[in-house]
Each structure stands twice: as C-alpha cells, then as structure tokens.
C-alpha cells in the first residue's frame, strides 16, 4: 500500500493564479481530509470529505474548494491564489478513530 | 473561546529520563483525544487515542492519561531516546471533526 500520496511536493504561485493539490489513498476510507499547517498555528482542518459525493466545511474553508467523485481521490483546489494561503497543506484519510497523513505540499504564494 | 494549548513549544530532556508533555482545552467536549509524533518536512503519524471515558493508555513506552474534569491529557515516553526527538501534536475530536493544538518540539540529548 502506498497509503496517503500527495502532489506535487513543492510549488510557487502567483497571486491570483489558480491551481489543484492532488490527494489519494489506497486504503479504502470514506473519511478524507485536509488541512493546512502554518508556524505555532497547528494543523487547521480545510474541507473534509465522509464519502464519494459528500464534502463539508472545516475550521478554515475560505478560498479553497474540493470535490470528492471517487472514495480514492479528493482535490483541492485554489481558484484565487492569495500570499496568505502560503502553507503547508496535508491531506489525511482515516480508518475508523485513525488519522493516515500524507507527506504534505508545501505552497509559496507570491 | 475554545483553545488547545501544549505547554510549551519545546522541551529538551536528557536520554533515559521520562518526557511528559501536556495538552490543556477550554470549551471543548470531545470524544477522544489522540497524540501524534511530526518529524520535520513530514506527516503526523498516529501514535495513541484514548476516549473520554478511559483514564490512562500505554503503549510501549508511551503513556497517555485523559482528565476530562480538568480537561488536560498528559503524554509521556518514559525511558527517552534521541529518535524520540520530533514535535508531539494533540487532537481532539469533535464528531467529524478534528482540532490539534500547536504541538510540543521534543528534543532527546544523549
């Protein structure tokens, strides 16, 4: 099992340019998420996902979409890059009460 | 306001002695708490989860103790190694979804 896998690892963008950070599992979860980690903030949840076709909002939803067509894949997109979206950004899928994190992306936002 | 506060933001102990680290909540009512280990550049990786209805959990060398009264858990790896150096974070559960505090940088000196 490759378990939790994200892409890319790195990425520069430009205010106002868009762009998907691609996430996927192996392990046949319903549950997915994703949440972004800034420095003495912890990880904050973004959007989560309890099965194909069913997403919902987390603590911090602003600027981010997601949609979840497979129980494998769960994307997230930005539409509007902005600086203050500067982070690094895990996807996770969970077995019952456990978390499976991926290696995260880490996203610069000029 | 609801909060999740980790003592402190780094702990530096020598090797064989007991690391206890601490994890204090306002306004929450959770399910669960889990602990989770962060080495830099990648994913927390689950380390244990123990229920509000559960006192203590060990594993190995890690202890995990829940005061719901007080609302504080207490983490502790007893006989610390160096490779015990990483960030420890804490989550609380809350139905779908999960909060994490800021995370506790543990460093082991031999």
């Known amino acids: 099992n490759a378990g939790v896998t994200q892409t890319p690892k790195f990425q520069v963008l430009k205010t106002g340019q868009s762009m998907t950070l691609q996430c996927a599992q192996d392990m046949n979860h319903e549950y997915m998420s994703w949440y972004r980690q800034d420095p003495g903030m912890g990880l904050r949840l973004i959007h989560y996902s309890v099965g194909a076709g069913i997403t919902d909002q987390g603590e911090v939803p602003n600027g981010y979409n997601v949609s979840r067509s497979t129980t494998e894949d769960f994307p997230l997109r930005l539409l509007s890059a902005a600086p203050s979206q500067t982070s690094v950004y895990f996807c996770a899928s969970s077995s019952k009460e456990t978390q499976y994190f991926g290696p995260g992306t880490r996203l610069l936002v000029l | 306001s609801q909060k999740i506060e980790q003592n402190s933001e780094a702990l530096n102990i020598q090797e064989g002695k007991t690391a206890t680290l601490t994890c204090n909540y306002t306004?929450?009512?959770?399910?669960?708490l889990q602990w989770y280990r962060q080495d830099p550049g990648r994913g927390p990786v689950f380390l244990l989860l123990?229920?509000?209805?559960?006192k203590e959990k060990r594993k190995e060398r890690l202890k995990v103790t829940f005061d719901t009264t007080l609302k504080q858990s207490l983490f502790h790896i007893t006989a610390s190694q160096p490779a015990d150096s990483a960030t420890y974070l804490c989550a609380l559960s809350l139905y779908n979804d999960m909060r994490f505090g800021a995370g506790t940088r543990l460093t082991v000196k031999p």
């Open positions: 306004n929450y009512s959770p399910a669960y």
């Open positions: 123990i229920r509000e209805n559960e």
